[in-house]
T-cell receptor
Framework: DAKTTQPTSMDCAEGRAANLPCNHSTISGNEYVYWYRQIHSQGPQYIIHGLKNNETNEMASLIITEDRKSSTLILPHATLRDTAVYYCIVRVAKGGSEKLVFGKGTKLTVNP | DTEVTQTPKHLVMGMTNKKSLKCEQHMGHRAMYWYKQKAKKPPELMFVYSYEKLSINESVPSRFSPECPNSSLLNLHLHALQPEDSALYLC?????????????FGQGTRLTVV
């Protein structure tokens, strides 16, 4: 399974952009990169996903490098409610099915 | 409606008990998943169902028995569990397993085995 590597923790000031990096150097050509976040003891919440183009939605932007070996999630104006564990995930194909393989995640703390 | 509903929210069971976790979605999704999450760890995939058929079993012990009675429901039957099985059990669903779509997660069932 393609694995992801993320910093264990990061801090960000409220109102500033939070840039969360992820390495996925073994990703295959048809595997998507997904980002989820999990606020303490709740279910993971979908943020964004992409294959090779940069993506943007109302929550965040996803920048994927040209070689697809790494990506960055950008929260443009972090708020205190964005404090959570952020998971970079590669959607892996297996036996005609697919699965989300979670990495260890980055604990983002947004400070006032 | 993008909700995945899991019941119960909390469950305490003895090692000789039989219990079931329930997951329900009404988004017309045809793929459903069970994950297990230990404290301070990422979720780990247990099972994937596609069109009501089991498509992935991540070598889960037989004391965990999944069931998908219809396209909206996913159950996880528990029997003879061990204290180390205590965890947050998460259910998720997605449109299918092979499309470029997101999976939606429920809030989980927090299981304690005593």
């Amino acid at each position: 399974d393609a694995k992801t590597t993320q910093p264990t923790s990061m801090d960000c000031a409220e109102g500033r952009a939070a840039n969360l990096p992820c390495n996925h150097s073994t990703i295959s050509g048809n595997e998507y990169v997904y980002w989820y976040r999990q606020i303490h003891s709740q279910g993971p919440q979908y943020i964004i996903h992409g294959l090779k183009n940069n993506e943007t939605n109302e929550m965040a932007s996803l920048i994927i490098t040209e070689d697809r070996k790494s990506s960055t999630l950008i929260l443009p104006h972090a708020t205190l409610r964005d404090t959570a564990v952020y998971y970079c995930i590669v959607r892996v194909a297996k036996g005609g099915s697919e699965k989300l393989v979670f990495g260890k995640g980055t604990k983002l703390t947004v400070n006032p | 409606d993008t909700e995945v509903t899991q019941t119960p929210k909390h469950l305490v069971m003895g090692m000789t008990n039989k219990k079931s976790l329930k997951c329900e979605q009404h988004m017309g999704h045809r793929a459903m998943y069970w994950y297990k999450q230990k404290a301070k760890k990422p979720p780990e995939l247990m099972f994937v169902y596609s069109y009501e058929k089991l498509s992935i079993n991540e070598s889960v012990p037989s004391r965990f028995s999944p069931e998908c009675p219809n396209s909206s429901l996913l159950n996880l039957h528990l029997h003879a569990l061990q204290p180390e099985d205590s965890a947050l059990y998460l259910c998720a669903s997605s449109q299918t397993v092979i499309m470029n779509t997101e999976a939606f997660f429920g809030q989980g069932t927090r299981l304690t085995v005593v």
